[in-house]
Nanobody
Framework: QVQLVESGGGLVQPGGSLILSCVVS????????MAWYRQAPGKERELVAE???????NYADSVKGRFTVSRVTAKRTVYLQMNRLKFEDTAVYYC?????????WGQGTQVTVSS
């Protein structure tokens, strides 16, 4: 059974930084892509950043230039470096692995940006 476990969330002031981690139970190269999504209260879950098997990264317009997605294959871990955080980045952040027609989700980690 594929498992994804996120960590690294917390409370941070506006302008601050956090690094989220997603540890995967299987090699990240076995997935077509790994992605970070987020869901704020009362809103739909949205794509934040994605990294494909080839290493190409894509970002939502709202986070371009502030967030960076990366991976360390030896650690089976995908990261989301979040800089210059804003109030509107507050959400539960989820890791997702896509493999052919299947999708796997982590349990999420809360990020709260507040002064």
């Amino acid at each position: 059974q594929v498992q994804l476990v996120e960590s690294g969330g917390g409370l941070v002031q506006p302008g601050g930084s956090l690094i989220l981690s997603c540890v995967v139970s299987e090699p990240v190269f076995s997935f077509n892509a790994m992605a970070w999504y987020r869901q704020a209260p009362g809103k739909e879950r949205e794509l934040v950043a994605e990294i494909t098997r080839s290493g190409s990264a894509n970002y939502a317009d709202s986070v371009k230039g502030r967030f960076t997605v990366s991976r360390v294959t030896a650690k089976r871990t995908v990261y989301l470096q979040m800089n210059r955080l804003k109030f509107e980045d507050t959400a539960v952040y989820y890791c997702k692995g896509s493999r052919n027609d299947y999708y796997y989700w982590g349990q999420g980690t809360q990020v709260t940006v507040s002064s």
